[in-house]
């Protein structure tokens, strides 16, 4: 049985008696490995799924553009309206296609708040027995020099469990009160 509800606000879904697995979505290769991830888990837990797309103003994939500002830096030009979260929303459903489908077994919730993504999924998974499950891109060091890195963030400053999923590598970082434990890709979790 599916329930897919769609939220904008900056408040998040009710907890699931059993706890949730909220994933941070993205496009990238490691995005979407953490995507899968994260519906094999919930689906081995029975838990709800909370599919979380972060979006901010400037950032052309978040539904805004960075122009000149006659030398005063950057101007933020964004979209009227509930452009950006359309973008965001879009790119969440066009993850889903890409990851297989929503799945059609779970609570589904879809997600799209503005802000930065690292307290924001940090602020979402909160409640007793939630996962949070993110992506991590290998190289990148310029991007995640000026940006930071989300997963780096959410390892530190999460309450609950953070895996970490690498699209490349064949094991995954599993982080959770204070101790760093790798599982490898096996079984229904695979």
């Known amino acids: ?12 879904a009710g907890t699931h008696e059993d706890g949730r697995v909220v994933v941070g979505v993205d ?6 490995a953490a995507l899968r991830w994260a519906v094999r888990f919930a689906r081995s837990r029975g838990a709800q799924l909370v599919a979380v797309r972060v979006w901010g103003l400037g950032l052309r994939r978040h539904g ?16 009227p ?17 890409a990851a297989g489908g929503v799945p ?3 609570d589904v919730i879809i997600e799209t708040p ?9 602020g979402i998974a909160t409640g007793a027995g939630d996962v949070l499950v993110v992506g991590s891109t290998c190289g990148h060091r310029l991007g995640r020099a000026v940006h930071g890195s989300v997963s780096a963030y959410c390892t530190r400053r999460s309450h609950c ?30």
């Open 1 to 12: 049985m599916t329930t897919l509800t769609t939220a904008g606000r900056q408040g998040h």
């Open 161 to 190: 469990p953070v895996t970490v999923v690498a699209a490349s590598r064949p094991a995954l970082w599993r982080i959770g009160s204070g101790r760093l434990m790798v599982q490898r890709h096996l079984g229904a979790l695979g």
């Open 114 to 122: 503005e802000g930065n993504p690292g307290p924001v999924l940090t």
């Open 81 to 97: 309206g509930a452009q950006q979260r359309k973008v965001a929303a879009n790119l969440t459903e066009r993850a889903f296609r």
């Open 27 to 32: 496009d990238s290769p490691a995005g979407l």
């Open 64 to 79: 805004g553009h960075r122009g000149p500002g006659n030398g005063r830096g950057h101007v933020v030009l964004a979209f």
């Open 104 to 106: 059609g077994d779970l």
